[in-house]
């Protein structure tokens, strides 16, 4: 399953746009998915998911991009959110705050980072081209209820298992 935005048309061809910098914009993507422009929340759903739509992962940040425009913005931690999961033919499927749909395989990986101070894990899934959502507390304990112990070299981990992949998310018992 590829990832797209629901009921769009698709996305627009952002990863062949190659405009000039134009500098920055107040605009702000917090850790809980909120986007904020000059401080305030951007309150048109509309809106942010069209911004959504032009945003690129680039090596000096992310931006938002048109065919003439690229302009800097900030993102706190991944762009997106995954806010629902489902097992759908063998797969789990992602739901963003922002309506894209993504099944976590190969293409499109999940993993999990443990906080290297608290050692509180942060999970994300690959949504496209550098992109991530991190998965709500939520979706994260549903992944941990569906997950299986599997022996490794290192010890019993959970894991789950979508697309035809397995995924990692820790040590059992610390998940």
Not at 34 to 47: F, K, T
Not at 107 to 130: C, F, I, K, Q
Request: glycine share 10%; net charge negative; hydrophobic share 45%.
């Amino acid at each position: 399953m590829v990832a797209a935005a629901e009921g769009a048309r698709g996305l627009p061809p952002v990863h062949l746009w190659t405009p000039t910098h134009c500098g920055e914009i107040d605009i702000r993507i917090r850790r809980d998915g909120v986007w904020l422009h000059e401080g305030s929340p951007i309150g048109r759903e509309a809106l942010v998911r069209l911004f959504s739509t032009v945003l690129r992962k680039d090596p000096d940040g992310f931006h938002l991009v048109t065919p003439v425009e690229k302009l800097r913005i900030v993102v706190e931690d991944a762009p997106f959110v995954a806010v629902r999961v489902d097992r759908q033919d063998g797969a789990l499927v992602f739901l963003t705050n922002v309506g894209d749909r993504v099944a976590a395989g190969t293409d499109h990986p999940l993993r999990v980072v443990a906080d290297p101070r608290t050692g509180e894990p942060a999970p994300y899934v690959h949504v496209r081209a550098g992109l991530d959502a991190r998965l709500s507390r939520q979706v994260f304990y549903e992944l941990v209820e569906m997950a299986e112990a599997r022996e490794t070299p290192s010890g019993p981990r959970l894991a789950v298992a979508s697309g035809g992949a397995w995924f990692d998310l820790g040590a059992a018992g610390t998940a």
